[in-house]
């Protein structure tokens, strides 16, 4: 699954912006956003978290969570919310649109319109397989037949329990819409990382744990996951913690008797390991790091806030191409940062930063200027560029 292209309307610090271009400059797998305090990285984060919300509950309930619509609406705007976002299930399949706009009605947010469409064939209009306004409209409910028009397919009208309810939520039996069922699941399986150090380290209520949760408070459980069902990926983690931290030697995830879950690292110059309260945070957050792009079933879309803190500089070169490891096994990944460490360890064409300017923050791609394309070609990294001042607009005025 591929994103290819994201347009923000109206949702908090983002006006109107689109990031990535379908059809000259997709998205690439890794993306790097950098940008100063407050210019929308998180944000532009959020957008998936918005929308897992509003999937799994309704758009009400995802906007109250944020403070309701008024407050999520861009200050001093009156349209709708609204998101375009394109995307691909596998290279060779089409481009699917999906499109939602919010609004607000009578003092409620409702489904003003949601649609979701793509092109048969290489030619002529994308065709709408799902089509509704305020909590009515249609879907196309035989995508795989062979026919030669859109007019031609079966189309069936259908009401949701409510106009706050998304359509790719609430249609009836939802397997027979295959784009549909596509996005959500990119949506439902979406993960967001913003690990915090405290949180990791203090031991778990046994438990079962298969992915590692944001902040990373499940580290030890999702460790002895590994351990014993991955032993292969468990042993390929260590080695690398091994390589990365001197004096790593082991790690083991232990119950204790009154049935909770510790993490002990075993340094080789010493006989008893140290439990993960007592060492390094660096230590710690490589581990997490590893287990969390070792996941044997990867995320789809992976948005890691941050994750240059407590690691020593040259380590985000190998972290930056972990990312990339990820993304092979179909997964895309978006990575903030304020690291020029880490950014001289990525692409070009990865890297985009954000402006803001009279309240509003516009996003630029670094692979659409000249003068680092010409640097970059003459070897420059990205990191030394971005200390120059050669992200234009990029740092606080
Ligand atoms: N409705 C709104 N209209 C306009 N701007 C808004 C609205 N709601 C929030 N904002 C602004 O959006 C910004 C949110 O920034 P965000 O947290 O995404 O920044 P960030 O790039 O992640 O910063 P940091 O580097 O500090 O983590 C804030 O500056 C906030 O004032
Ligand atoms: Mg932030």
């Given at each position: ?263 002990r690292f075993q340094d080789g110059a010493f ?104 640097l970059t070609k003459e070897g420059d990294l ?16």
């Amino acid at each position: 699954m591929r994103i290819e292209s994201i347009e923000i309307k109206n949702y908090r610090v983002f006006k109107d912006v689109q990031i990535g271009d379908a059809n000259n400059s997709p998205l690439p797998d890794l993306s790097v956003f950098v940008g100063a305090n407050g210019s929308g990285k998180s944000t532009l984060f959020d957008v998936f978290g918005f929308l897992r919300d509003a999937l799994i509950g309704n758009v009400h309930s995802a906007l109250q969570k944020r403070g309701g619509f008024k407050e999520v609406r861009s200050r001093n705007t009156d349209g709708p919310i609204a998101f375009e976002i394109k995307f691909r299930e596998s290279s060779k399949k089409p481009l699917v649109t999906y499109n939602l706009q919010i609004d607000e009605h009578d003092g409620r947010p409702i489904v003003a319109r949601e649609i979701l469409k793509y092109r048969r064939g290489s030619s002529g209009q994308p065709w709408h397989f799902l089509d509704f306004s305020n909590g009515a409209g249609s879907a196309i409910t035989n995508e795989m037949d062979e026919v030669e028009s859109e007019q031609d397919m079966q189309r069936e009208e259908q009401v949701l329990e409510s106009p706050e309810i998304l359509a790719i939520k609430g249609l009836g039996q939802f397997q027979r819409f295959l784009a549909a069922s596509a996005f959500r699941r990119l949506i439902e399986d979406w993960h967001v990382s913003d690990f915090h150090i405290e949180q990791a380290r203090p031991s778990q209520e046994a438990g079962v744990a298969q992915h590692l949760s944001a902040t990373g408070d499940n580290l030890p459980l999702v460790a002895q996951f590994l351990y014993e069902r991955h032993p292969k990926i468990f042993k390929e983690i260590l080695r690398k913690m091994t390589q990365r931290v001197p004096g790593v030697e082991k790690v083991e995830a232990e119950s204790t008797v009154d049935g909770r879950i510790v993490l002990r690292f075993q340094d080789g110059a010493f006989k008893d390991p140290f439990i993960a309260r007592y060492v390094s945070d660096g230590t710690i957050k490589m581990f997490a790091y590893l287990v969390l792009l070792h996941d044997p079933t990867p995320h789809p879309l992976l948005c890691v806030e941050e994750p240059e803190n407590q690691l020593y500089p040259r380590l985000l070169e190998e972290l930056a191409e972990e990312f990339r490891d990820y993304t092979y096994q179909g997964g895309q990944v978006m990575v903030s940062t304020h690291s020029p460490d880490f950014l001289n360890a990525v692409k070009l064409d990865e890297v985009f930063w954000l402006i803001k300017k009279d309240g509003y923050t516009q996003v630029h791609r670094a692979s659409e200027n000249e003068l680092l394309q010409n640097l970059t070609k003459e070897g420059d990294l990205l990191g030394s560029l971005w200390k120059q001042g050669l992200f234009q607009g990029v740092d606080p005025q």
